[in-house]
């Protein structure tokens, strides 16, 4: 798939010049790399993606199911297709520093893989407020064929301290929930 890529430095492969879903979220519209090593060598070995699959990571990126922040200040990214049955889960770091520019920052695509083991663990994700975005016209599909439950309306938000994106209208619009 990357046969005869070479990485633009330490980080890996550009797979998207600017992010506008990252932006939006906050993180900036920079570029997003592969980490070469991580994602691609050790990933292709632990899961069933395929090429193909592979391929449209920088379109889930884009357009996620859900978006999920964490203590650590990584972001986990739910693609809108399931595998097998199972969610794909990207997993990335906003805003990294590139190698000898401390001005440019990166986003890295850590890795992508389906979940197969277990659950994720959603209702607590969102009871802990990390929840950043869901897309409610794609979740009720989403749910039915993952056996997941993400939310369908963001009217459960109303009242709490949540900050999500919501795009049953429009990709940008955010309230306050």
Not at 124 to 136: A, H, S, V
């Amino acid at each position: 798939m990357f046969n005869g890529v070479i990485p633009i430095d330490k980080y890996g492969i550009r797979i998207l010049d600017k992010s506008d879903a990252l932006d939006m979220l906050g993180y900036g519209g920079h570029e997003v790399v592969w980490a070469v090593k991580h994602a691609i060598v050790d990933g292709i070995y632990n899961h069933d993606l395929t090429a193909d699959d592979w391929k449209k990571v920088p379109e889930w990126i884009e357009n996620p199911v859900a978006v999920f922040k964490h203590d650590d200040g990584h972001i986990t990214i739910v693609a809108p297709e399931l595998k097998n049955g199972q969610p794909i889960i990207i997993e990335l770091k906003p805003k990294l520093g590139a190698q000898g520019d401390r001005r440019k920052k990166l986003h890295v695509v850590l890795t992508a893989f389906n979940k197969n083991k277990g659950k994720l663990p959603i209702a607590r994700m969102i009871q802990e407020g990390n929840l950043l975005y869901i897309n409610t016209r794609k979740s009720p599909a989403f749910n039915r064929g993952s056996r997941h439950l993400l939310p369908i309306s963001t009217d459960e938000f109303r009242g709490s301290k949540h900050k999500i994106y919501n795009v049953a209208s429009n990709f940008g619009s955010k309230r306050n929930y």
